[in-house]
């Protein structure tokens, strides 16, 4: 009863060499029959690090999936810690839209009573709070953990981004009293298999959790209602740089 | 990169009908290299209705779960709203373990901003209501509905039970302001496709959604935590009927 | 100690009719010394009804804050009941920026226990619900109600969008035991003092609601933190559409 | 108006010794015409460090709690700090049944805005922490300790766990900002007098705490409400060895 | 090991019918040893329905909590739904301090897993909303109830008040969902033994709930811990009326 | 549009140096047409410090809210961090009540994601908590301090809790992970200015604020709703010293 599908795993930054890590660890993970589409918006911001940067990036969040919609695609990722545009992307898509946070979470919640929260940069842990109580998962969260360097340290070769995330991941495992870790970027997809192993607890990666969530959903016959507030957006015309999004 | 695997589905009463029921609903959405294993307690209370129950059948959970264990199955599931004894068959599965009740209320949460539940008896909603407080899915829940019938009028052949169930869903969509409906009994899992067709929005049945919950966590090699509290229980030797758990 | 200040009062949908309500509301309660600029984006949506307009909207609300801080403006006020791109708003900004929705429910606790909202469609309802739960408010708000008109029915010189309002206060006044009504959409403005009257209980709109918590925060010498996560975005070039952002 | 009753105060794991204790300490505090029955059930497990050990117990539990109900108790007291199968009892149960982290809770809400809470294992933690949330003192706990000890070294005569525990409290007496100390386990019943002593603080032991609160339920004349979600189990034949609860 | 005991009743109101109903009310439930003093502020508020009138009704608790200190009683309860200066009271007193509010709603919790509340005048009802948010039970509340008729209308002679609380009861039980009722208000002391018979589930009153938890903690040795925030109150001379309450 | 109007700030406590320090900290931010009238009761506590000192000076606040009410001021401002008889004066009143916690809590939500409040005894800290649960700004705070000195001590002319403030403040800033500060206490009220310089990050005193809120209610048409629980207390004769406030 397997089918085959396509997801489209959005990269919502332009950054081409973590749009590849992310589309690396997403198909790693992909069912026999999946295929997987990495894409990034041809336009707007190499990395995100605040609210601003989401803000910009929920647009070309936006354009993907509305290219994939033309597509055909099975489902959409948003692969970005922040869930940059998520309700907004279900009310634009017919095939369900998961953002790898909200996945990242919600199987942690499902391998541990409690979670901590490995990401970037400290400004960013706010954004990662108000999804914890925007999705019901603040009292799984045990601790929130920033490792002080920007989004694309995770993608200049060195390996000191990756070594520092190590190096929190165990320290947390040591002091939070929590089970599992949640890795706080898609930049970290790659890392999660390995780090699972060395430390000997699940450490989730948001990447991957959405593709086997988005291939679940479709297996199950669900996809974002279209009754209520998630139906598709009020149709009428956009004006400048955004009619790109009129029919 | 797929694998075949065995999930074991555990009704947690005794009754072979509504195994069966649960059983076939499973091996509908299952991936192609996926056995289910429907299983229920030798012993046990026939269905499950309030607090008391779910005490009973947690044993038959834990038996269930340890005996799964020993034939190395890939996963359990839990096939009763009230999830009874989650927390306990983490400790002592070594393979992930999925209730059914936060299956289909994780699944709701991913299609829609809030979702409305039906079950059986006014005096189960409680459970429910216990584990959206813990499970952290209280604002997503909008409204929670009894149909009034026992839980084994859904195997009468009779039918009625699957009316109101209809009738019940169809009155949700229509009053609650919900985009999704959660289906409160492994009983009802046969309705979901059904159902989701003809109401024009996501009615989740929590055996399915558990399935693929369980495959997701094996693909992403993940399982339970065995760092901190949900550790294999600590080895002391029970005694009388319990003895059963003793290696 | 009083001093003359400029606020910008930002239309987020590209409404110009809507933009005027707003102004003349703002001007009508701002401060002999203050001087209301009331803009929308030259290009956007022309109404807000939903999370894809509101992505949408965000981008123009931030290219008018840049516009404005260029322009030396001393706060920013997004007059969308969404407050779509608050935080981003708040990052790119110098001076303050307020939200109508979060001034209007603020204002509306200090004369009430609890409140009622009053807003257009009915998918707007969970924009409203999360952002009581992000400010805190969920407790204070006793019911949300939609007279299921669009947006620009507010605009289209009929009154049939201000009846239906009207009578939809009233019987919040009557039925949720609130002492106030907060007005959940930047078209009514011009309708709070003149429903304050007739139904004898504080009716509030944000849009006049903001003007005021900007002029004292101005007053306080306070602006947004830039020490932390409200900080400028970092730096870095955006590409495409998104250039016009880059200094 | 005084009358003569009998609590059941039910060690829920088998241990002789921690029954004995459990017993003392609730003979201590009961009023002249209260007699205590302290029991424990005849199989299951020898102490209770988690939730695999809590399902267990449950069953014990409900086994002495319909031969209490047989016997004509006049309260039953779950005497362990999970409150194994409290809900269960209160169904299976015609008199009042009390769990001694309950107990102990409410009464140190009562004597102080926090409290703190010293227990045995910190696999345990969780079980408390769910307490609280389901009981709805979360933000009335200031803190969690473990003494990071088995449960049944309170009872190997060292006084190693005891002088740990006194350590403990006197430690979060000083650090944590609280005005009471709960103890989390059954077998700590006999240190709470003497700590309160020592430390100038209430230091609270829930089974002395449970068997006031069962005589105050039986003076008042208040049982378990039998309407609605705590009523009589739905009968049904429970078979094997379950159907000991067979009327 | 029993002991005799003196408990002070505080009557916030000065209405000295209302004092003898409660006093009769917690003579009713007090054990053989207790003794019960009736008592009511010489000057203050005939009675309390609303915020100002507790704010007065505050200081009439103060006062004869220093009286009743001095004169040595073992415990002193505040006999208004309200709870009014409980804390404050809490500082003062030497022995235990319960308000009925809280004592009716800790016993509410013991025997059904959700209560309903039936008070008097509506405008109090947001005064039992935010104790329920402070003590931590507002999941545990389904719902609150207003007879629409003032305080004093049960001490009237008519039994009209009376009639109306016991149909608002009757409903509750039918509408509600809720397992048993709690009265709110000192002066319905009289009605809950009654209507627990006629209504079969448990109707709940807080005078007769706090006598037993102040004979609770005496006999457990528990008192307001005078470590931290409820310490007694910092000596400094008070000046005016507020004299009296220099030592 | 401006208007020429009073406020009354009261000082709950009978200090007249606080008096003057708050009445100073008020003019300094008041439009050109508010006239600030400082006032603080004539009897009562000289400084407030815990629940008791709160009861006592809620009177004290009521006593000036009749007469400023008599007197016809536009306003009135509670000036002490614990905001002692906030809803009693907002029933009493005409003319809006802004308590200077609720003032600059509110204010520091609009310029940071999260908050610290530093206050002066550590027995405060619980008042804070209650007001932030109440409020609904408890996941707003970060983290609360207190200088360990008394209310007094800042009006003892040494500076000495000035620089503890000024030292708490600079840890928290460097600690906390907030992006502002709220000044705890009314007599803070002329540190916040300076702070917020050398800080660099908004320090809020919530005298100043208060008086910004005040003007924007009246400037907005607004006060304390009259209908429903914040209405004019229910007329009735209050005996004793209390008759002061018979009409």
Same mark, same amino acid.
Request: glycine share 10%; proline share 5%.
């Given at each position: *009863?397997?089918?085959?599908?396509?997801?489209? $795993?959005?990269n919502?930054?332009t #950054?081409?060499?973590m749009?590849?890590? &992310?589309?690396q660890?997403a198909? !790693?993970?992909a069912?026999?029959?999946?295929?997987?589409v990495?894409? %990034?918006? #041809?336009?707007g911001?190499p990395?995100?690090?605040?609210?601003?940067d989401?803000?910009?990036?929920?647009i070309g969040? +936006?354009? !993907? =999936?509305?290219q994939?919609r033309a597509a055909?695609v099975?489902g959409?990722?948003?692969?970005c810690?922040?869930?940059?545009? +998520?309700?907004?992307?279900r009310?634009?898509?017919?095939?369900? =839209?998961i953002g790898i946070?909200?996945a990242?979470?919600? *199987?942690a919640t499902? $391998?541990a009573?409690?979670f901590?929260i =490995?990401?970037?940069?400290?400004?960013?842990l &706010? &954004?990662a709070r108000?999804l914890?109580?925007?999705y019901?998962?603040e009292?799984? %969260?045990?601790?929130l953990h920033?490792?002080?360097?920007?989004?694309?340290?995770?993608e200049?070769?060195?390996g000191?981004?990756?070594?520092?995330?190590r190096e929190m991941?165990?320290q947390?495992?040591?002091?939070?009293?929590s089970?599992a870790i949640v890795l706080?970027c898609?930049?970290m997809?790659? +890392?999660?298999r390995e780090?699972t192993?060395?430390l000997? &607890?699940?450490v989730?990666?948001?990447?991957s959790?959405?593709?086997? *969530?988005?291939?679940s959903?479709v297996a199950l016959?669900?996809?974002?209602?279209?009754h209520?507030d998630?139906?598709?957006p $009020?149709t009428?015309?956009?004006?400048? *740089?955004?009619?790109i999004f009129n029919?």
């Open positions: *009863m397997s089918r085959s599908l396509v997801i489209q $795993v959005i919502p930054n #950054s081409e060499a749009t590849q890590t &992310i589309g660890a198909a !790693q993970v069912a026999p029959g999946t295929k997987i990495a894409v %990034c918006p #041809s336009q911001v990395s995100i690090e605040g609210h601003f989401e803000a910009i990036a929920a969040v +936006l354009e !993907q =999936v509305k994939g055909g099975d959409h990722i948003i692969a810690f922040g869930d940059p545009g +998520l309700l907004a992307a009310e634009l898509a017919r095939a369900p =839209v946070a909200e990242a979470m919600h *199987m499902l $391998v009573t409690r901590s =490995v990401t970037t940069l400290p400004r960013t &706010i &954004i108000h914890l109580q925007q019901g998962f009292h799984q %969260c045990a601790a920033a490792i002080n360097l920007p989004v694309l340290a995770l200049d070769g060195s000191l981004a990756q070594q520092k995330v991941c165990i947390a495992k040591q002091q939070d009293g089970g706080g898609g930049g997809a790659d +890392l999660a780090l192993q060395e000997g &607890i699940p989730i990666d948001g990447v959790a959405a593709v086997k *969530m988005v291939e959903l016959g669900l996809s974002t209602s279209k209520g998630l139906d598709f $009020v009428k015309p956009l004006s400048g *740089m955004f009619s029919e």
